[in-house]
């Protein structure tokens, strides 16, 4: 009779070897810290077709022309630089003048309000069911919460001070409330909208978060504690990734997207702009 060696039998009776040299506890090491890594990488997660945008995807490459998918690659990003272009282009009074006769930086206001109002209304379109405006409610919509937002910043102004320091960050109730009230008397409270709001405050955390990070940047590199500030940008980075993946992960399909637009993108930005200035 054929005895099963030692190995076998400890594999065949569910056996677990505990690594009993250093080498094998190093090893053991890495492999926990591989795995810890991968399940905070959001790579891993979502980016899955579903069978619907699997048949579409193929419908549009049977009958869209490549001149139509070149025009809409290229022209997709052409109204927002225009309009940027045109906030860029409406003139700045100076501030001792008061805000009266600062009529070019509310018309920004105004329109920094319908261009962030309709984004978020739109996104809530595809991230929110049952949420499907029309053309005239989205209008009434998007001037509502931007009237609003403006008009309550020239309260402030008038009542308190001008400019109003950190306009972006200290604003933010202003903006953020009418919208939230408009998604939740339109919709009603449902698990989805609520994911959708926590979405939309981890894109207004982002704004803040990193002017917060560029100060400690600012503070730290005359110091030695210059290098574990740049170790914390990724940090940062993925955390939030993180977030953005708690908030989207029903949605599969769209969770890259919603990353690379939010956090890749704006991590980019900061790059490109605020620590090269540095």
Known sequence: MI?????????????????????????????????????????????????????????????????????????????MVALVTLQE?????????????????WCRVFMLGVIVSHTYLIQGKYMVDGFAPSSWQLVV????????????????????????????????????VPLLILL????????????????????????MLYPIYQLLFHRASTTDFVLPVILLLPVVKLVVKNVVLYFTHHLEDLTPEAVIFTVDFYNALYLATCMESA
């Open 3 to 79: 005895h099963p060696s030692l190995a076998e039998a400890k594999a065949r009776s569910g056996y677990i070897q505990i690594p009993t040299t250093s080498c094998d506890r190093v090893r053991a090491a890495f492999n926990c810290l591989v795995r810890l890594w991968a399940s905070l990488q959001v790579s891993y997660y979502g980016g899955r077709y579903s069978i619907e945008r699997v048949l579409a995807l193929d419908k549009y490459t049977r009958t869209t022309s490549l001149l139509r998918v070149f025009v809409v690659c290229v022209g997709t990003p052409m109204p």
């Open 89 to 105: 282009l409406l003139p700045l009074q100076e501030p001792e003048a008061g805000w009266r006769r600062n009529y070019g930086f």
């Open 141 to 176: 919509f998007v001037l509502g919460i931007s009237g609003t937002y403006t008009g309550i910043g020239m309260i402030v102004a008038a009542n308190l001070v001008f400019p109003i320091p950190f306009f972006y960050i200290t604003m933010t109730p202003a903006f953020y």
């Open 184 to 207: 939740y008397c339109t919709l009603g409270k449902s698990r989805k909208l609520t994911k959708y709001v926590c979405f939309i405050a981890t894109q207004k955390m982002m704004g």
